[in-house]
Nanobody
Framework: QVQLVESGGGLVQAGGSLRLSCAASGSIVRINVMGWYRQAPGKVRELVAAITSGGNTNYADSVKGRFTISRDNAKNTVNLQMNSLKPEDTAVYYC???????????????WGQGTQVTVSS
């Protein structure tokens, strides 16, 4: 089995910063893409940022220039540095990993349990 464990959410004032971390463990052969999604109340889950094993990144337009995603392939971790936070960034943030797992070499997505980020105005 595979587990994704997130940390780093919390309450911050507008303009502040938070750093989210996610660690993947278990029967992992290789992780292709790791990313962060978020879901606000009454809204659909949306991609915030993603990063490939080669370091290519993709960001939602709403977070470009404010958020930075990074990963450590050796440790199977991914981080999201969030700066200049806005109240509209308030949501539950989910870590995602698209990976190959042992022993079947099946490729599938795994999700973390979610961490709450609240930005007050």
């Amino acid at each position: 089995q595979v587990q994704l464990v997130e940390s780093g959410g919390g309450l911050v004032q507008a303009g502040g910063s938070l750093r989210l971390s996610c660690a993947a463990s278990g029967s992992i052969v290789r992780i292709n893409v790791m990313g962060w999604y978020r879901q606000a109340p009454g809204k659909v889950r949306e991609l915030v940022a993603a990063i490939t094993s080669g370091g290519n990144t993709n960001y939602a337009d709403s977070v470009k220039g404010r958020f930075t995603i990074s990963r450590d392939n050796a440790k199977n971790t991914v981080n999201l540095q969030m700066n200049s936070l806005k109240p509209e960034d308030t949501a539950v943030y989910y870590c995602n990993a698209n990976l190959y797992q042992t022993p079947t070499m099946t490729r599938r997505d795994y999700w973390g349990q979610g961490t709450q980020v609240t930005v007050s105005s």
